[in-house]
């Protein structure tokens, strides 16, 4: 039995299950702190990097019963460049999109899927807006567990494809959705599950271990639900409590999309009027943890800072061209308020600051195209201006096509466009894309009256598509309505 504090009315319960919640009033729970297994800094230096390094402050399992994908041991960077263009001398980067499915998501599910596999969990069910989902159905995959996601309409494209590639079953998020209690062989999963948070401030421990067992002045992490913030916090506790580092004075810095402070908690910056550019991972972030975190911030003598999305578009931009580190946006609002931070006094230049990117920009495919608009306008006719290939209303209805029958290029161009206004040329070109996403495949070429045919099928991933993009359609005709 573990045991769990709720985050809002502070009971506390005990409990073998894998989704608990506080059983008085139904919110998140985290588990209680516990004094870990005695550790010494040789110990754990002598142990693989990784997440796993960490055993002794999470709940145990055998090496047999670790479900990893070699998630953790990402690199803390420095970041003499983007330091310079902000006026800070010793500002670092710890670089969470090395993870396996690119964002800091892997740390948890690694330790929840762990812990599902070693109880014959058969099934995991989760609603998620992107980077959840898609580590969940990688771990799931890896785990031998049946993937269910429900994905919001603001759900990327990128990390749509990812659980569509590890295998997951794809549903639209409804306005009700129904989900299934955990139970015996199912688990239902959200970013409040109090198993994900224990396996992400494992990004504290390893900063601080890249550090010389040092905390730095200040770390400045996305604020999200709160939990990853809360968790680094707790690190340092942890940390500190098995003796391993001496008294940290390290303040945290939470950043979130908003022109007013998190939590009502009154901030001494504030960027914008509003919000002109949809963050999903950030904006529709439930913040389960908010008490959590705005408790976290003040312990450590830190502040909530607020900055917008015009400016995280920049520092997205900012960050790649001067560390080669491409980010998620959401992950880069790290680096817009840190601007903001020094500009007003409350970052000094010498202080060693510690940025968490949390996720990898090609996840986001409409921030690689707000990014490719800024950087180039391109001239008619220029090659580049072509779009990056995307799914849109022409490959939706090639694949609907192709659901049908199989067909040719030019048998397609005549259904698609009877009165000439698309070319055959053009149409290969839209099959080509969708190969390249695996939604559609070449059959064996066909020689008649000496010409080359190529015929096009639909493939498994290309019929899950379709079944997701036509709810996904009801659903918004629904709502429309």
Not at 116 to 140: D, H
Not at 246 to 254: A, P, V
Not at 332 to 357: H, W
Request: glycine share 8%; aromatic share 6%; proline share 5%.
């Amino acid at each position: 039995m573990t045991s769990f504090r709720c985050v809002k009315c502070s009971s506390q319960q005990e409990s073998d299950g894998l989704d608990v919640s506080c059983e008085r009033c139904g919110s998140a729970v985290v588990v209680a702190d516990v004094a870990p297994t005695a550790v010494t800094r040789s110990e754990l230096e002598d142990q693989p990097s990784g997440v796993w390094r960490y055993r002794a402050f999470f709940p145990g399992l055998g090496p047999e019963e670790v479900v990893s994908l070699g998630e953790g041991g990402t690199p803390l960077l420095r970041a003499e460049r983007l330091g310079a263009e902000l006026g800070l001398r010793d500002l670092m980067i710890k670089d969470e999109s090395r993870n396996p499915t690119g964002s800091f998501m892997d740390r948890g599910s690694t330790v929840l899927l762990s812990l599902a596999r070693s109880r014959r969990v058969k099934e995991c069910t989760c609603i998620t807006t992107g980077n959840l989902g898609a580590s969940l159905a990688a771990y799931c995959a890896k785990a031998d567990i049946k993937a269910r996601m429900m994905i919001h309409q603001s759900t990327d494209q990128g990390k749509l494809y990812q659980m569509l590639a590890y295998g997951a079953e794809v549903e639209p998020l409804s306005s009700r959705p129904l989900l299934r209690d955990s139970h015996g062989g199912s688990l239902t999963v959200t970013a409040a599950n109090p198993y994900l948070l224990e396996g992400e401030k494992t990004t504290g421990f390893e900063l601080i271990q890249e550090l010389g067992w040092q905390t730095p002045d200040v770390i400045v992490v996305p604020v999200g639900t709160g939990g990853h913030l809360r968790m680094i916090w707790q690190s340092i506790a942890q940390f500190e409590s098995a003796s391993l580092i001496g008294d940290s004075h390290c303040r945290l810095l939470g950043v979130q999309v908003k022109p007013t402070p998190y939590g009502g908690t009154k901030s001494r910056i504030k960027r914008g009027s509003q919000v002109d550019l949809p963050l999903a991972e950030l904006e529709e972030s439930e913040p389960s943890f908010r008490r959590e975190a705005n408790r976290a911030v003040a312990e450590s003598g830190g502040m909530m800072l607020a900055t917008n999305s015009r400016d995280i578009l920049a520092a997205t931009s900012l960050l790649a061209k001067t560390e080669g580190i491409f980010a998620e946006p959401s992950s880069a609002s790290v680096v817009a308020a840190l601007s903001d931070a020094v500009r007003s006094g409350y970052l000094r230049s010498s202080e060693k600051v510690v940025c968490v990117i949390t996720g990898a920009g090609l996840k986001d495919p409409k921030a690689i195209s707000r990014l490719a608009r800024r950087a180039r306008q391109p001239a008619p006719g220029d090659p580049y201006a072509r779009p990056s290939p995307g799914i849109g209303a022409t490959k939706i209805a090639l694949l609907r096509l192709l659901k049908i029958h199989t067909a040719y290029g030019y048998e397609l161009r005549k259904l698609l466009a009877p009165d000439r206004r698309m070319s055959t040329a053009s149409v290969y070109q839209h099959l080509t894309e969708l190969e390249e996403f695996a939604m559609v495949r070449r059959r064996e070429t066909v020689y008649a009256r000496g010409r080359e045919r190529i015929p096009y099928e639909l493939t498994r991933r290309g019929a899950e598509f379709l079944r997701v993009a036509g709810k996904l359609e009801r659903v918004e005709r629904k709502q429309a309505g």
